[in-house]
């Protein structure tokens, strides 16, 4: 209360002194100019009074000249004239004005000796006169004194109703100031903190989740950021100190953040963390004027970037936003998260010749479908491979500057952009700890072969000293092939591979996701969404929800998912205008051909389905193309009976491992592709033959049919696998494995 008597009372005198120095200046001007309204006039009175009288004096006609006084007294606001000798002797005087002439005689007589003025004011009490004198002569040229008298007393009239209307004025200011400030505190102010001082208290007991409320006006918007950031970080401490607590009941340990920060710090001694990836964890986009921070899809970010939250570090990678130069400093580097600052972002500039030739063409129509068995054709340009070893040297000289003054650096290079990166760095740098993490699967020998380049990129992989992939199927093709390709020596007990005095050790880590993130997300929404309000929202209406979530890929089973639709559709046609396939679609590769013909395929296929099932208010696949946020994304997965991940080759779907963590109600069917790398680990999903469009249909007529026990059963395994097994396990597998590793001398590979 003592603030907001502070305000009011500051905002008070604030008005009061504005208005009382505004009316000063407003007095002081009118005085001034009825002051000289009032000379003026006297003035004009003058000039014709001498003139009438002039005759009078020439003559000495005294009597004359004291009629013309008494009557000019009658003129308007003049009291009365006098006419002086030159010696100071009265000639004439009004009768008006004879007592004031004689109470002030020593004054006059002063005035009249002092010559001709434009007007002397004179206070007696409250009255105020104005004595005008002009001087006159005879006709023989004696001169004479005309003084005329005027009441002034109404100008201080004036000038107090001016000083009234001002202090009447200040005084309703001061009552509505006083009333909106009031108003506006207890609104803006004094409603939200005491709404946000409820919140956190209930909070702080366990009754409130980690999302703020909305509170009033936008004041406190900042604050309420934070303090949602606060509370959620609040609540994940505890469900993890929780988790800690059970778990060390039952004799069990759990990856947490917070352990993955002390573990990395203990193994990797206090050195940061290095990362090396095509794609980053977070891209600058604009939005009109506005700069926005997005996350890109795609499961290699939905990975990594808890582990680097957790231990520090730098990422380095291909800035590919429209803005994300924008916002970096002078060596292309920014902090991330933006909510939470935990690790360093370094950008690096590519042509758009060097993102056709790397990542387009080499990448992603070369290695990407050689190592897919989808039956796309890969295809290989010289260009390509010219532009993909530029852009991997381009890389390795950034890492090498990150790197220059630590000792013994410890770098995690993503994927089959950076095929030739392990070598480039470990012969500049044979002190650094390098692993690779292969997220795509590693073909057979012979699928391998068709490369023009596969020497190269071999060797260029076996300059790191570890060489991750998700399954040991594909560490045991990765061996074949190196079998194949190079002279060396392979030791297939302890699956390493020694090229010329150095040891590259080949270990299966199968990946996870951030078991927390997706129950955080569903946690965020509050209630578990609708179905039905979701589906209105739409303007359909369904019974059965099924749910697919995919980049746009020739290789991730979307044509085979939308035919599976169609024939479960004809086979159990109880169920048409009661299932729904809900299919979120992230554009993806749009410049590479083969994309835009598997994305026209698709969405022929989707339209001619539901022309073929046409209904009103219902139809059997939604095709929902556009990046998705996470949140959105965990709302579709609450709310599907089942999930359908139906890759045609995949190194492990991390979307599988995403819904079983949103699912926490135990309840949902995952049907899971043979050929996706999660099949491995997850065996209480329907496993599926993504060619076998009869198989996949049956699959979804049994998810939905399936007894409730059994979906409980099944996804409650499913769950506490993947809480176990989560990504900071991954991270502490992967980095423990490369620090046990002895540092050979390396012999540069000459690539």
């Known amino acids: ?121 004179y206070r007696s009490g409250e009255k105020v006169t104005m004595i005008y004198s002009l001087s006159s002569a005879t006709g023989d040229g004696e001169p004479a004194r005309i003084v005329l008298f005027t009441d002034v007393s109404y100008v201080d009239y004036e000038l107090f109703r001016i000083w009234k209307r001002t202090l009447l004025r200040v005084l ?26 409820d919140w956190m208290k209930k909070l702080r007991v366990g009754e409130a989740s980690g999302h703020m409320p909305h509170l009033k006006g936008d004041i406190f918007a900042p604050i309420a950021k934070e303090a949602t950031t606060l509370a959620t970080n609040l609540q994940a401490a505890r469900r993890a100190a929780q988790n800690e607590a059970r778990l060390r009941q039952n004799g069990e340990s759990l990856w947490t953040p917070e352990r993955l920060k002390e573990h990395i710090k203990i193994k990797m001694e206090g050195r940061p963390l290095f990362v090396v990836s095509n794609r980053e964890p977070y891209m600058h986009i604009k939005e009109g004027k506005d700069i926005k921070t997005i996350v890109p899809a795609g499961g290699l970010v939905t990975a990594l970037d808890p582990i680097m939250r957790a231990a520090g570090g730098t990422w380095v990678a291909h800035g590919s936003g429209e803005a994300d130069f924008e916002v970096t400093d002078a060596d292309n580097r920014i902090k991330v998260p933006p909510e939470e600052p935990a690790y360093t972002l370094r950008r690096i500039p590519l042509s758009k010749e060097e993102e056709d030739g790397y990542y387009y063409g080499f990448s992603n129509e070369g290695i990407w479908p050689l190592c897919h068995i989808a039956h796309v054709r890969p295809t290989f340009r010289k260009e390509d491979w010219k532009l993909y070893y530029d852009v991997n040297k381009k890389f390795a000289e950034t890492v090498l500057e990150e790197i220059a ?19 480039m760095i470990k012969s500049v740098r044979p002190d650094a700890r390098v692993a690779v993490f292969w997220h795509i699967p590693w073909p057979n020998p012979e699928t391998f072969g068709i490369c023009p380049w596969q020497k190269e990129l071999v060797m260029g992989l076996l300059g790191a000293d570890l060489i991750g992939f998700h399954t040991q199927f ?12 190079l002279e060396s020596r392979i030791n297939w007990e302890h699956f390493s591979v020694q090229k010329e005095g150095h040891i590259t050790m080949v270990k299966p880590f199968p990946i996870s996701v951030d078991f927390q993130q997706p129950d955080k997300e569903a946690k965020a929404l509050g209630e578990k969404p609708d179905a039905k309000v979701v589906l209105k929202e739409m303007g359909l209406k369904a019974d059965y929800i099924g749910v697919g979530v995919d980049r746009i890929d020739y290789t991730k089973g979307m044509l085979e998912r939308v035919k599976a639709v169609e024939r479960f559709l004809e086979k ?9 396939l809900m299919q979120l679609g992230a ?66 779907n991390l979307v599988a491992k995403e819904f079983v963590a949103a699912r926490d109600d135990n309840s949902g069917v995952l049907i899971l592709s043979r050929f996706a790398g999660a099949s491995r680990e997850m065996k209480d999903a329907l496993i599926v033959n993504p060619y076998d469009i009869e198989q996949m249909a049956d699959a979804i007529y049994y998810s939905l049919t399936m007894p409730k026990t059994e979906v409980i059963e099944r996804m409650t395994r499913m769950r506490q696998d993947l809480h176990e097994n989560n990504i900071y396990k991954w991270a502490a597998n992967l980095t423990e494995e490369l620090m046990k590793l002895r540092m050979d001398a390396f012999k540069p590979t000459g690539v």
């Open 587 to 652: 554009p993806s590769r749009t410049h590479i051909p083969q994309y835009h013909r598997f994305l026209a395929e698709l969405h022929a296929e989707v339209d001619r389905i539901n022309w073929r099932f046409k209904a009103k208010d219902w139809k059997a696949i939604v095709f929902l193309e556009k990046h998705h946020d996470h949140k959105t994304i965990t709302k579709f997965y609450k709310i599907a009976d089942t999930c359908l991940v139906t890759s045609l080759h995949d190194g492990m």
């Open 474 to 485: 594909f560490c045991n093709n990765f061996l074949d092939t190196v079998d194949r390709t």
């Open 572 to 580: 159990y046609p109880e169920y048409q205008g009661k299932f729904t």
């Open 172 to 197: 309703a200011q001061m009552v509505l100031i006083a009333a909106v400030t009031l108003f506006v505190i207890r609104w803006h102010i004094v409603d939200p903190v005491t709404q946000l001082a």
């Open 1 to 121: 209360m003592r603030i907001t008597l502070r305000l009011i009372v500051s905002l008070i005198a604030a008005v009061v002194l504005v208005a009382m120095v505004s009316a000063y200046f407003n007095v002081r001007q009118e005085r001034e100019k009825l002051y000289s309204e009032t000379r003026g006039h006297m003035a004009v009175l003058a000039e014709s009074f001498k003139e009438t009288v002039r005759s009078s004096l020439a003559g000495k006609n005294y009597a004359a000249l004291q009629k013309l006084a008494d009557k000019f007294q009658y003129q308007k606001q003049i009291e009365g004239v006098a006419i002086y000798s030159v010696e100071g002797r009265q000639l004439a005087t009004s009768s008006a004005i004879r007592g004031f002439l004689l109470l002030n005689k020593d004054k006059i007589s002063a005035l009249v000796a002092g010559g001709d003025n434009t007007g002397e004011l």
């Open 405 to 423: 003054d630590v000792k013994e650096p410890c770098i995690l290079i993503q994927d089959y952009h950076f095929t030739l990166l392990p070598s």
